[in-house]
């Protein structure tokens, strides 16, 4: 295994990962240098593949719980991973290559631990299909895979992983910052100013719905012709209906104590299905469906900084899809008042694949035996060692 002080010297890695949207594969050519604070990362390429259509559909099946035996299970694994191993492929195109790939791969089911008892847990379980493997055999590059296993196996939720990676590269020695990635799944990491013991001040959870219930909602109202809302436009026509805003708060999800992780199995078709049945009452256009479905996530991820921290950010950070959605920044901005809310290009990340970005970096740390998981946002009992390495 590499040495610690090897990593001084350049890296190129490719960060590979379809989240919860399953809109594509986000893939990041970058070349990495250092380790902690000393961490810097270029990005040389940036791209996001779209699944084809019948994969997308199947992938989404399967995540809404539709019954499929092990054969097309692994049909569908071994699809992404060759969709995987095209992204890697194509974003090396007119770059020096990659020496290491670092991929998430797609989750597909995520049940978050449970306590069980006095002093009991029953453990989670994450399901990340396209086959680190395969992905190694064929690009002829080292690749980790199945991130989430090892934090889970000691008892830890597996997610967020991203707010360590976001300490090294997003913190500041004067100003507290959260970190809110909109794709999916929304999820922060609070990160306090680099003073004493700074680290094990970071916190990081879930917040709950961003894209996910809005991508559903478009595509149940346009009958599949849409699969988004370009920029929040339509949503931006509509008025949101708040009682209902605060009828979906209640939610028991929203009022957990972090450590806590959740995913399509909560947030998904049947969850969305509800919110439509609930506005029936309140004949809300469409425009006024995703407005509200919007205020949603605005509702939850403020009441859930009110809620769950130690002091409100003096700056917010956005990154992932919805921080494209001019109407949910500007709501959230709204809501948030006095604090800052950006992206993080501001800061020199790229908003569109910093969690790309961040699973190359997590490839590199395991590469050199450093641990990637953050105790405080994922639960887990200690740091450890995150991803299995794939040699060829």
């Known amino acids: 295994m590499p040495s610690i002080q090897a990593s001084t010297l350049p890296t190129r890695v490719i960060g590979l990962i379809s989240g919860t949207s399953v809109d594509g594969i986000d893939a990041a050519l970058v070349e990495i240098t250092g380790t902690d604070l000393d961490l810097k990362v270029e990005l040389l390429a940036g791209e996001t593949y779209p699944y084809p259509a019948d994969l997308r ?187 209902l805003v605060e009828k979906w708060l209640t939610q028991e999800y929203f009022h957990l104590p972090p450590p806590k992780s959740t995913g399509r199995e909560l947030f998904g078709v049947a969850y969305v299905h509800q919110c439509f049945q609930d506005a029936e009452p309140y004949q809300l256009s469409p425009a006024d ?18 809620t769950f921290l130690p002091q409100m950010p003096q700056r917010v950070f956005l990154c992932g899809g919805g921080s494209r959605n001019l109407y949910l920044k500007q709501r959230l901005q709204l809501a948030l008042e006095t604090i800052r809310v950006v992206t993080t290009d501001e800061a020199g990340l790229s908003a569109d694949f910093k969690e790309a970005i961040a699973f190359a970096v997590l490839a590199h740390w395991r590469q050199l035996g450093i641990p990637g998981n953050l105790p405080t946002a994922t639960g887990a009992p200690h740091e450890v060692l995150l991803g299995e390495i794939h040699q060829v």
């Open 289 to 306: 469906m995703l407005a509200t479905l919007t205020e949603l996530t605005v509702a939850s991820i403020v009441h859930s900084y009110r």
């Open 57 to 243: 559909e199947r992938i989404l099946a399967v995540c809404a719980g539709e019954a499929i035996s092990m054969l097309e299970l692994a049909q569908i694994d071994d699809a992404i991973a060759l969709a995987f191993t095209q992204a890697a492929q194509k974003i090396q195109i007119d770059h020096q290559p990659a020496t290491l790939i670092g991929s998430h791969g797609q989750t597909v089911y995520h049940r978050p631990p449970k306590e069980s008892g006095v002093d009991q847990k029953t453990l989670g379980y994450t399901l990340q299909l396209g086959r680190g493997d395969l992905i190694a055999y064929l690009t002829g590059i080292t690749t980790v895979s199945n991130f989430r296993a090892a934090d889970i196996a000691i008892g830890g939720h597996g997610a967020p992983l991203v707010p360590r990676v976001d300490a090294f590269l997003l913190s500041h020695p004067q100003e507290s910052r959260c970190i809110q990635n909109l794709g999916g799944i929304g999820n922060v990491a609070y990160i306090p100013p680099r003073t004493d013991n700074w680290l094990s001040q970071i916190r990081g959870w879930d917040t709950g719905p961003s894209n996910s219930l809005l991508d559903l909602a478009v595509e149940h109202l346009t009958a599949g012709a849409k699969t988004y809302d370009e920029d929040g436009k339509w949503a931006a026509s509509g008025t949101p209906c708040y009682p």
